[in-house]
């Protein structure tokens, strides 16, 4: 369960929207009544980035964990914003990066002179930031915005390290014609945390998944150095191997090759007086979405409290019949 309230200037209450990014509720919006007031009982646990929206102009962006069996809360006011002033540094040395991309409460601005940004008005509470500089590892943290104050440069640093680079080329044909694979990577090991606050600093949710056809290629920069794991789903296909452990190193480029087999499929076919019906979408569903994703990464469910991840093909796939009204999904 989710519930909270969304606070304006005058700390009255705010019809805003709250739509879920990313994780295992991504795709639902759950919106706030006439004194801010929003709430739901049933929802899959797991770790999600939401945004909040209201109709005047204020928004924000924040994490929020999801637990089993648990009433988890989640309160914005925007009456007292803060001012935040930070630096993107270069990991090695220190040395300052100009032009790096820096998200913050789902606003975004570049980092210019010295590696400095600002952000004029960022609401109280712990705001999700991200930052990307092409030839750098992608890094994210959840910041503490303390209500009215000024955040000086020095009391906020992000510290990007070179990145690495993974070339996936897709071999095989199998599977409905008319759909891309959908390619997932997952940390292997311990991953960078950072020593201020302890946090993982990779935000894989912007990796994932990555849309790929048969007998193409697609190079995913600014990952961070170590292990993955690549695994490919394709509607009436299966990998081979299922997964696949990658080693990637900072400041390189490495190439994986992934193939796609026929799997055990449901095939059918959807027509109209007779007639086949074409670009109906047609869906699979498990009862139990986030099981049938972790049965099929092996994964206990701590593994969603961990990372930002959506449910995998295993619990929902979609898709359009081709020109014969025919569709084909894997059987998992």
Not at 271 to 284: M, T
Request: proline content about 8%.
């Amino acid at each position: 369960a989710l519930q909270g309230h969304v606070w304006g200037p005058s700390a009255a209450g705010l019809r805003a929207t709250i739509s879920f990014l990313h994780g295992s509720q991504e795709g639902r919006p759950l919106r706030c009544d006439g004194e801010g007031a929003f709430g739901a009982t049933d929802l899959y646990p797991g770790l999600n980035i939401v945004a909040i929206e209201t109709p005047i102009g204020f928004s924000a962006e924040r994490e929020v964990r999801l637990r089993s069996r648990q009433e988890d809360l989640l309160n914005i006011g925007f009456g007292r914003p803060a001012a935040v002033y930070g630096r993107v540094l270069d990991n090695r040395d220190g040395a300052p990066l100009v032009g790096a991309e820096v998200m913050l409460d789902g606003k975004l601005t570049t980092s210019g002179e010295e590696g400095v940004f600002y952000f004029p008005q960022i609401a109280s509470g712990v705001a999700l930031a991200t930052v990307y500089k092409p030839g750098f590892a992608r890094y994210r943290e959840s910041v503490p915005i303390t209500a009215g104050r000024v955040i000086e440069a020095d009391k906020l640093e992000f510290r990007l390290s070179p990145g690495a680079s993974l070339e996936i080329v897709l071999e095989g044909a199998a599977g409905n014609l008319r759909s891309p694979a959908q390619i997932f990577l997952f940390p292997v090991g311990p991953q960078r945390v950072n020593s201020l606050r302890g946090q993982q600093t990779y935000p894989w949710h912007l990796v994932s998944p990555i849309e790929l056809l048969p007998g193409s290629a697609k190079v995913i920069e600014g990952l961070p150095d170590g292990h993955v794991i690549v695994t490919a789903f394709r509607p009436g296909a299966v990998a081979e191997p299922a997964s696949t452990k990658v080693r990637v190193y900072e400041g390189k480029s490495v190439q994986q090759v992934l193939k796609l087999l026929p799997g055990p499929a449901l095939r059918g076919r959807i027509v109209r007086a007779g007639k086949p019906v074409e670009s109906a979408r047609v869906r699979l569903e498990a009862p139990n979405r986030q099981m049938a994703s972790e049965v099929v990464l092996q994964k206990d469910p701590e593994f969603n409290q961990e990372l930002v991840f959506p449910h995998l093909p295993a619990g929902l796939q979609e898709l359009l019949t081709d020109g014969e009204g025919r569709f084909q999904f894997t059987l998992f």
